[in-house]
C-alpha cells in the first residue's frame, strides 16, 4: 500500500468563505494525503474568530493564527481593535499575521501598512509568539523591518515566498523562516536556486488555500491536501526525497508554530 507523504500545511485560510460547504470534508482529506496538522490564518479579526472555531472543531490538527493583513491596515483602529487582537492572541493563537507589507495592490497607504506592521511585530516580541509575513513590491522596507525585528528577538516567516534572494538571505541571517506555495510547480517558475537557498531547517510549505492550487490541480480551489505536490517539486529541486523534504517541513512547522505544546 503507498504511504501518504507526510507535511504540515503552515499557510491555509480555512475559515474563508470558499469552504463553508465542505470545511470538514477539505480537513479530512488533508488528514488522507498525509498532512500532521493545518495552520489556519486570520489575517483579520473576523478571519481570527473563525479560525479560531475551527480550530477549537479540530483540536489537535488545526492551528490558528490572528493578525491584520497590509490590505485591511487603513481599517485597523488601534483603540477599538488592538484589545481584540491582543484577546486573539492570548487565546490560543499560534503566530501573529498574516501581516506584512503590499505595494503591488497599495489597499493601504504604505505608511499606514508600515505602522500596522509594525505594531503587529511588537505584539509578537511581547507575546512572544512568531509572526507570518506578507510582502509584496515591498523589498526594501520588509528588509529593514524583518532585520529590526529579528534583532529583537522576533522569529517569523515569508509565507509563499517569490521575492528577491537578497531579502531571503536578509532574514535568514536573523533567523526566520520561509515558506514555498503551489507557485512552485507553475511552468513559469524559473528560480529552483532559491528553493535550494533556504536551509533545511527553515523550510516551510504551504498551500495558502483556497488560492494558487499547483499543478496538476492549477485552476481550481486549492486545498491543504495537495501540500503533497508543492512538497515533491521542493525535493525534486533541493535533490533530496519527497519523504526527507516531507519530514522537514513537519519538523519545523512544530517547531516554528510550537505545536509540540498542543
Given amino acids: 500500500m503507498h504511504r501518504p507523504l507526510c507535511f504540515i500545511d503552515s499557510h491555509a485560510h480555512l475559515a474563508d468563505p470558499a ?61 477599538r481593535d488592538l484589545p481584540l487582537l491582543e484577546r486573539a492572541l492570548a487565546g490560543g493563537a499560534r503566530a501573529v499575521g498574516e501581516c506584512g507589507l503590499d505595494y503591488h495592490y497599495d489597499n493601504s497607504p504604505r505608511s499606514t501598512q508600515r505602522d500596522v506592521f509594525a505594531l503587529q511585530l511588537e505584539l509578537a516580541r511581547r507575546h512572544r509568539l512568531p509572526v507570518v509575513v506578507h510582502t509584496r513590491d515591498a523589498e526594501d522596507d520588509t528588509r529593514s523591518m524583518v532585520q529590526a525585528a529579528g534583532r529583537e528577538g522576533v522569529v517569523g516567516v515569508l509565507h509563499c515566498y517569490t521575492g528577491s534572494h537578497d531579502l531571503a538571505r536578509a532574514a535568514l541571517d536573523v533567523g526566520w523562516y520561509i515558506s514555498f506555495s503551489g507557485i512552485i510547480t507553475f511552468k513559469k517558475w524559473a528560480d529552483d536556486e532559491l528553493l535550494r537557498l533556504v536551509p533545511d531547517d527553515r523550510l516551510l510549505a504551504e498551500s495558502d488555500a483556497p488560492y494558487l492550487a499547483p499543478v496538476p490541480n492549477r485552476g481550481k480551489r486549492n486545498e491543504p491536501s495537495w501540500v503533497a505536490h508543492t512538497v515533491h517539486r521542493l525535493a525534486v529541486a533541493r535533490q533530496t526525497s519527497p519523504e526527507a523534504t516531507g519530514a522537514l517541513v513537519t519538523q519545523n512547522a512544530r517547531r516554528f508554530f510550537a505545536l509540540e505544546r498542543s
Fill in 19 to 79: 469552504f463553508d460547504a465542505d470545511r470538514d470534508e477539505v480537513i479530512a482529506r488533508a488528514r488522507a494525503a498525509g498532512a500532521h496538522a493545518v495552520v489556519c490564518i486570520g489575517e483579520s479579526l473576523a478571519a481570527s474568530a473563525r479560525s479560531r472555531d475551527i480550530a477549537a472543531a479540530h483540536l489537535g490538527f488545526v492551528f490558528f493564527t490572528s493578525g491584520i493583513h497590509p490590505h485591511d491596515a487603513a481599517t485597523f483602529e488601534r483603540e
